[in-house]
């Protein structure tokens, strides 16, 4: 008999074997039968159990806290295992979407861990500059106006006036800006006058009306820098974080694409 394609596939092996790992921790006793009526609180447990309490509270628990922490563990563990002998956890979102997390757990748990090479870093770097480089930098001089009508209004006058700042209405917004970065205007304006300036060119003619969130702009563009990337070796742990973040992504999105491939899928319509 044939086995399907996908099986072949090492990230299902991996995802298999993942599940044998939690097996084996079933058949350890970290996760047992519900109906058994024995708690064990083992040594190693009461470690992990200290162990918790130490990293949230950033301190060793004292033996009060310690008996305090066990007890309400045995609690949580005697509601779970009657929880699991009614049946609460068939039917119920918030679990069947706690083990479909698990399962994405898996098939990213190598990229956690995994220790990229340098070349496989430099391979990202290049091929993601936008992602590390600086910000890009707006000089611009700008009046606001209340409506569009008084907005195309001034715009006949601005290319000759002597002082163009007079033709504004006022509002507490900076007339003039001189390479500020990208985020610090999408503060100031919003995130709608910022896309509307990206699709000026910069030079020396007043253009608009541009809409923003506090009314209408006419926008003296007069210089718009791009961002460089900043040096690898400068960034090179930020470049690891990148290229780990967007690998667990994708592994867990083909560890679900693969596994999908079993499935026929039938929706009413």
């Not at 599940?19 to 084996?24: C, D, E, Y």
Request: hydrophobic share 40%; charged share 30%.
């Amino acid at each position: 008999m044939k086995r399907p394609g996908w099986t072949g596939e090492p990230l299902v092996h991996f995802l298999i074997a993942g599940a044998v790992i939690f097996a084996f921790f079933a058949w350890r006793g970290e996760e047992v039968d519900p109906a058994s009526r024995t708690i064990s609180v083992d040594r190693e447990q009461q470690a992990q159990i200290a162990l918790g309490f130490e990293r949230m509270m950033q301190r060793p628990p004292t033996d009060a806290e310690l008996d305090s922490q066990i007890e309400r563990y045995v609690r949580d563990e005697v509601l779970y295992r009657e929880a699991l002998r009614l049946g609460l956890d068939r039917d119920d979102a918030v679990v069947r979407r706690r083990l479909a997390q698990k399962m994405d757990m898996l098939a990213s748990a190598q990229a956690e861990t995994e220790q990229p090479s340098a070349k496989v870093l430099l391979a990202w770097y290049d091929a993601h500059p936008e992602r590390f480089a600086d910000e890009t930098r707006y000089t611009f001089d700008q009046l606001w106006f209340d409506s569009e009508v008084a907005a195309r209004s001034a715009m006949g006058k601005v290319r000759s006036a002597k002082d163009w700042r007079r033709l504004g209405q006022a509002i507490s917004l900076p007339p003039s800006l001189t390479g500020e970065a990208r985020d610090e205007v999408l503060a100031r304006f919003g995130e709608q006058f910022l896309t509307a300036i990206d699709l000026l060119e910069p030079g020396e003619q007043w253009q608009g009306p541009v809409r923003s969130g506090f009314g209408w702009h006419l926008v003296h563009l007069r210089a718009r820098e791009p961002g460089k990337p900043r040096p690898f070796a400068e960034i090179a742990n930020t470049v690891e974080n990148d290229w780990r973040t967007a690998t667990i992504a994708a592994r867990r999105e083909e560890g679900y694409r693969l596994l999908r491939e079993a499935y026929k899928v039938e929706i009413d319509k």
